[in-house]
């Protein structure tokens, strides 16, 4: 679907103060916020500027998007929150959009990327390996090597497998990253790089534990 998105000009967006899940949620940038519950909220922020992009067709191309995927998928799938063109004199005209899925399995399907979030054993089971560089992170700082050993055997532990150029957000604190196409933004919060036109290009694992 966000891969559709792009080849067509027409860009997701979210930001502002919202609220799902009982969570208030503030994006200031494109992010993938994973919550304790286990749903997904997308927030994405772009630009809107060129005088060829129309607001009201992006807004219908969305509803009728997320129309056709929850019927297919069932109510409550997807929810469009929010969509909105907002102007500022620092950015100009960014186009917001939020939404809501109630699984990583919608947010993988509906956008179209390799996208997990749950258990590192059930990550295991589903056939996600953990053959990569890792560096640990604490206090929202990388802190050095580590390999896969050091938390395969916690039970305990989450972890996020995305392949997107996006901030992600979870409810607990960052243990360990991918190494090479990730780093820390916060305790909670870490900034991915993937290129969507790189066939080469590597899922980034955030490994984490609940608060």
Do not use: W
């Not at 200031?28 to 927030?43: D, H, L, M, N």
């Not at 090597?145 to 392949?163: H, N, P, R, T």
């Amino acid at each position: 679907m966000k891969r559709k998105l792009y080849a067509a000009l027409f860009i997701f967006a979210a930001a502002g103060m919202i609220t799902a899940c009982g969570t208030s949620f503030k994006a200031e940038k494109s992010t993938v916020y994973v919550t304790k519950q286990g749903t997904v909220i997308g927030a994405d922020i772009e630009d809107f500027n060129e005088d060829y992009y129309d607001e009201e067709e992006l807004k219908n191309y969305i509803t009728e998007s997320v129309d056709n995927y929850v019927a297919s998928n069932g109510d409550g799938s997807v929810e469009l929150k929010s969509f909105q063109t907002v102007s500022s004199d620092e950015n100009g005209i960014t186009a917001q959009l939020y939404l809501n899925y109630t699984s990583y399995i919608d947010y993988a399907l509906f956008n179209d990327i390799t996208f997990f979030a749950g258990s590192v054993q059930q990550a295991q089971a589903e056939g996600y390996e953990f053959d990569q560089k890792f560096q640990s992170v604490e206090d929202g700082s990388l802190t050095g090597e580590a390999g896969a050993d050091d938390f395969l055997s916690d039970e305990e532990l989450k972890v996020v497998i995305i392949g997107e150029e996006t901030n992600v957000k979870i409810d607990g604190t960052i243990l360990y990253l991918s190494s090479g196409n990730a780093e820390p933004a916060g305790r909670d919060e870490a900034q991915v790089h993937y290129d969507i036109e790189d066939p080469q290009a590597q899922p980034v694992y955030i490994i984490y534990k609940l608060r």
